[in-house]
């Protein structure tokens, strides 16, 4: 069956590092487009990055751009989000997704920016 499987997260301080991974199965990963999402309580589910399905293309939201990489690898059927320079205001539960003719999501997993 398809799945996404973030990892990585967890609690960093401020101005600190942290690279999420997400592990996708049961597809073919290197078709899709893949996403980052991020979650706040209380807040709206906002796009983060996206990778095209080769890796060729990445667009980031303003309040990352600078600070987050996106990046996959095709041969791990892994994408992932290098976090720099982490603000509070990045704490979220972060999602991946993969988008072409069907969406997934992952399950989520929380980044807390906090000293």
């Known amino acids: 069956q398809v799945q996404l499987v973030e990892s990585g997260g967890g609690l960093v301080q401020p101005g600190g590092s942290l690279r999420l991974s997400c592990a996708a199965s049961?597809?073919?990963?290197?078709?899709?487009?893949m996403r980052w999402y991020r979650q706040a309580p209380g807040k709206e589910r906002e796009l983060v990055a996206v990778?095209?399905?080769?890796?060729?293309?990445?667009t980031y939201a303003d309040s990352v751009k600078g600070r987050f990489t996106i990046s996959r690898d095709n041969g791990k059927k892994t994408v992932y989000l290098q976090m720099n320079a982490l603000k509070p205001e990045d704490t979220a539960v972060y999602f991946c997704?993969?988008?072409?003719?069907?969406?997934?999501w992952g399950q989520g997993i929380q980044v807390t920016v906090s000293s």
């Open positions: 049961g597809f073919s990963f290197s078709t899709y487009n």
């Open positions: 990778i095209s399905n080769v890796g060729d293309t990445t």
């Open positions: 997704y993969a988008v072409q003719f069907r969406a997934y």
